[in-house]
């Protein structure tokens, strides 16, 4: 379904548009992708014109800026908290700092200028019935992938095959987060074979609540140990995240202690020969984490924006938890696994 789909409405597409129609319209969706100002002043044309993509941001605010050709990026600050703006709204004229909503005022985490960047541009990125796809000039360069659980239930993986999902990130089991006992997640045997005989390449995750260096080692030799006999074709996943309140045994580690049980997790996996990866959420990458330590090992990012802002090199971005797949009951998270990261992906 999803690949029939795709080929009719590119087919319709070049029998509508010439190229240079074409070129145009990608110059034209670049300028409403990336609007954030160089000069310290916004177009109060882009102001309006990606206040349509979001609904929720307020007349109040048009109203304000009515009549006017530009604005400073520090009027629209001020503008922001007096609006109550959206976030993710805010961020696309802001790219010199992560935006973040305290109560009724706005935080900005500046930008690290030390970090490796990404070179993906968002005049590419494109909506489908609530999915996301990267395309330029006409070819994919991201592919879906979807990540489940035992909270999924029963899947059908045939279904989730033939419905258009080539990939997928399977719970191999988490620790808890009071006693921290090691768990297998109860449908990930059942995932594996499964999906392996549907045809769907996987990689698997683990939910970590390790406090030292020793217990993320311990995550890592569990890990190790439930995947035997089995063959992955997408790295194995530290999914690491913040104390929700005081009863999570993780809640006041230090930045780097954080940093380290990462490092040991995946340094573990490493040396067993497997491709591994990190995951987390964007608030907590940059204030919870020292990504300067992390560099050697590819990110996972979550942030649900209709647009993403995280300027640092990643390789997959997931952007719902609300998907919905063929073959599965349950809400899924949906996610964007780029080009340069998919096995043997041409290009």
């Not at 921290?180 to 594996?192: I, Q, S, T, V, Y």
């Not at 439930?226 to 690491?240: E, K, N, Q, S």
Request: net charge negative.
């Amino acid at each position: 379904m999803e690949r029939t789909r795709k080929g009719v409405r590119r087919a319709a597409l070049l029998c509508a548009f010439m190229l240079l129609a074409f070129s145009m319209a990608i110059n034209a969706a670049g300028a409403s992708a990336n609007p954030a100002p160089q000069s310290g002043m916004i177009s109060v044309e882009s102001l309006e014109r990606v206040a349509s993509e979001y609904p929720n941001v307020p007349d109040e605010f048009l109203d304000a800026i009515e009549g006017e050709v530009e604005i400073s990026v520090s009027l629209l600050k001020k503008l922001a908290t007096a609006h109550s703006l959206p976030t993710q709204y805010f961020q696309r004229f802001i790219d010199d700092s992560f935006v973040f909503k305290m109560g009724n005022q706005f935080q900005y985490i500046p930008v690290d200028p030390s970090l490796s960047r990404h070179s993906y541009d968002w005049a590419f990125l494109d909506e489908w019935y609530g999915e996301k796809e990267y395309v330029v000039n006409q070819e994919e360069r991201a592919v879906k992938v979807i990540d489940v659980s035992s909270y999924q239930g029963n899947i059908d993986w045939d279904a989730v095959k033939s419905g258009g999902v080539d990939y997928a990130f399977i719970r191999l089991g988490n620790r808890g987060y009071t006693k921290g006992a090691l768990n297998l997640d109860k449908k990930f045997d059942r995932n594996m074979q499964r999906a392996a005989a549907a045809g769907v390449k996987v990689g698997v995750y683990f939910y970590s609540q390790a406090v030292s260096r020793a217990e993320a080692r311990e995550e890592a030799a569990f890990v190790l140990d439930a995947l035997r006999g089995y063959d992955l074709d997408l790295p194995v996943v530290f999914d690491i995240e913040g104390a929700q309140n005081r009863s999570y045994r993780t809640y006041g580690l230090s930045t780097q202690t954080k940093t380290d049980i990462v490092k040991a997790f995946c340094g573990e996996i490493e040396e067993a020969g497997y491709d591994v990866m990190y995951y987390s959420y964007c608030k907590f990458l940059i204030e919870q984490l020292d990504m300067s330590q992390l560099e050697q090992y590819d990110l996972w990012m979550a942030q649900y924006y209709e647009v993403p802002f995280f300027p640092y090199n990643f390789k997959i971005w997931q952007y719902d938890y609300k998907g919905s797949v063929d073959g599965i009951s349950t809400p899924v998270d949906m996610n964007l696994m780029f080009l340069d990261y998919v096995p043997n992906a041409a290009g």
